[in-house]
């Protein structure tokens, strides 16, 4: 009867012992270029804008034509208040359909 061995259990992950301690290829040699530490560092961009790329939404207008009309995103902008975003959206009333390009408060839009 021939040796057999034990079923692999295939839930577990092989782990090897031991390293790599040799040195490393590909830019590593010391005193070329400049090292790491002493690189510029870009700052963290926690209050950029959001994508520039046009998007459809629904815009909610002034009292007099409340909407909700449809539009596009054309740029944004951060104000004091908050986001605005500048928007091109069209109101039709009895027939006649008006655009109007405006800076609209983000909370009066919604994606389309």
């Known amino acids: 009867m021939a040796h057999r061995s034990p079923p692999m259990d295939v839930t577990r992950t092989i782990v090897r012992r031991g390293g790599h301690n040799e040195r490393l290829a590909g830019g590593m040699i010391p005193g070329r270029g400049v090292p790491v530490r002493?690189?510029?560092?870009?700052?963290?961009?926690?209050d950029a804008a959001p994508p520039t790329q046009v998007r459809h939404c629904w815009v909610t207008g002034p009292t007099e034509d409340p909407g909700p009309w449809p539009g596009l995103i054309l740029k944004w902008r951060k104000s004091p208040t908050g986001w605005l975003a500048l928007v091109v959206y069209a109101i039709t009333a009895e027939a006649v359909t008006t655009t109007v390009q405006t800076w609209v408060p983000a909370g009066q839009l919604r994606p389309a």
């Open 38 to 46: 002493d690189r510029p560092v870009a700052p963290l961009k926690t």
